[in-house]
């Protein structure tokens, strides 16, 4: 029995057949992974070497739902990604909804893509902008509980990275999160 080598598909094919089974134009993926409408085609039609950018290649390979090393020009970064609950929580969210990414991202305004994009990816934290985080809720179908939770703990996060304890100043903070809280109708 003989062994049969194992062709490894081209980075670009792999994207050009990504495209073409998601019935995704060029320039909308061009917006989603942060480039131009001609390097996407570029990229595709092999005119320059694929891209061996850390930042674009991670994109891609989140639109594309992969891992990003399954693209051979990847190169595994040497700093950790770090992904809080609240990202897997909205990756979760996307699963049980049987959403794409890809559809998941079109739900949302052109300018808003690639943000949503580096969420996913860990680059970005979850946005503190309550209406932002209220436009992911909603695209989800996440109760306003959820998104307030959410929210809640990024500000936190905010709040302890900037220098505050929010455990000796804990009367501010919850009656901060209080009036929030009314202020959303939760209460």
């Given amino acids: 029995m003989k062994n049969k080598q194992i ?3 081209k980075s670009s094919e792999k994207v050009a057949k990504f495209l073409d089974k998601n019935t995704l134009h ?8 942060g480039v131009t409408l001609s390097y996407v085609y570029n990229l595709i039609d092999e005119s320059i070497p694929f891209s061996t950018r850390g930042t674009t290649l991670e994109r891609i390979a ?3 739902e992969i891992e990003p090393e399954e693209f051979e020009e990847y190169k595994i970064p040497q700093e950790p990604v770090i992904i809080d ?3 897997e929580f909205i990756k979760d969210a996307i699963k049980s909804k049987k959403m794409s990414v890809v559809n998941f991202l079109k739900a949302f305004p052109r ?9 996913l990816r860990g680059t970005l934290p979850v946005p503190i902008d309550y209406k932002d985080l209220s ?10 509980d959820e998104i307030y939770n959410m929210w809640e703990r990024r500000l936190k996060q905010v709040l302890e990275i900037n220098g505050m304890n929010i455990y000796s100043n804990a009367a501010l903070v919850n009656s901060m999160f209080e009036c ?7 209460k």
Avoid: N
């Avoid at 929030?180 to 939760?186: P, S, T």
């Fill in 7 to 9: 062709i490894q598909e």
């Fill in 26 to 33: 060029k320039k909308d993926f061009a917006e989603m992974i």
């Fill in 62 to 64: 989140t639109v594309m």
């Fill in 85 to 87: 609950d609240s990202v």
């Fill in 111 to 119: 300018k808003k893509r690639l943000d949503i994009v580096d969420i």
């Fill in 135 to 144: 436009m992911i809720g909603q695209v989800l179908d996440l109760t306003t």
């Fill in 180 to 186: 929030a809280k009314k202020f959303i109708h939760l």
